[in-house]
C-alpha cells in the first residue's frame, strides 16, 4: 500500500512528503515486529527529522516510539532514554495525554530491563491510569496490554506465578479485543521467558486454570490480583469497567476443541 501511495498523488489533503516519510516509519515498524532492530532504527530514523521539519507531532511521536524500543533492543538504553523523554515531555507540552501514556509505558520497559523493579512498576502505574477507560482506542491497545505484561514481570519476580499469568492472560485479551489481534510492542523473548517461567513453577494444570481466569478477566479485575493480593493500580471508581467477552469452555472441552468445533 506505502508502495503505491508513495508514487501516487491522489491521496489529497495529505502532502505527498507525509505520506513518503509515513512509509520509512511504518516499514520501520513492521521490520521491529520481524526482530530486525538495527533496520527498524534506520528506517524510523529516516522519518523522524522529516516529520519535525513538516510539522506532524503525532507522526513524530509515533515514529520515536518505534526508534526507542528498537534502540532497546539493541541494548541502546540512553538513547532509548532520550527519545522516550522527548515524547514524554511533547506530550505534556501538547496536553496528548495518549502521548505520554505510550512514552510511560516505554519507560516502564527500560526500568524493567535495568532491573529497577520499583520504578517500572510506577511508570507501568501511571501508563495504565492515562488510557483508563478509553484503552479499546486501536492505537491505545498496546500500551495496557504492554503496562500488563510488564506488571506481570514484576509480580513473577516476587513470587506470585499465577499472579503473573492472569495479568498475562489479561493483556492477550485486550489485544484480541473487538475482533483483531494487536501484536504492537509484545517484547519477545522477554514474553516466551516470563510464561515458560510462571508454567514451570505452577504446573501445567494450575497455568492453564490461571490463564482461563486472566481471560475472562476484565484489566482492572487482573490488576486487583486475587483475593490474597494487593492492586497493583488504583483504579478510578468514577470509571466503569469495561469487560471483555468472557472465554467460558463448556461441557469441559478444551480450548483447541473449541477452536476445531
Known sequence: VFAIASNTFHFAPFPYSLVYYTRYWTLGWVVYEQRAYAQARVLTGESLA?????????????ALITYAYASLALGDEMTARTALEEVLSLGRELGKQDYSARALCGLGHLALRQGDLAQARA????????VQGRWLIPRLKWVLASSLEGLGEIVLAEGQAAWTVRLYASA?????????????FLEQPYYER??????????EM????AWAEGQAMTPQQAIAGGVD???LVGVDPSVPARPLRARVLPDGLTTREIEVL
Open 172 to 184: 492477550d485479551a485486550v489485544r484480541a479485543a473487538h475482533g483483531y489481534y494487536c501484536p504492537l
Open 206 to 209: 494450575a497455568f492453564a486454570a
Open 50 to 62: 522529516q516529520f519535525r521539519t513538516i510539522g506532524t507531532p503525532e507522526h513524530y511521536a509515533d
Open 123 to 130: 511508570n507501568y502505574e501511571k501508563s495504565i491510569m492515562l
Open 194 to 203: 516470563t510464561l515458560a517461567a510462571a508454567r514451570a513453577q505452577l504446573g
Open 229 to 231: 493480593t494487593q492492586p
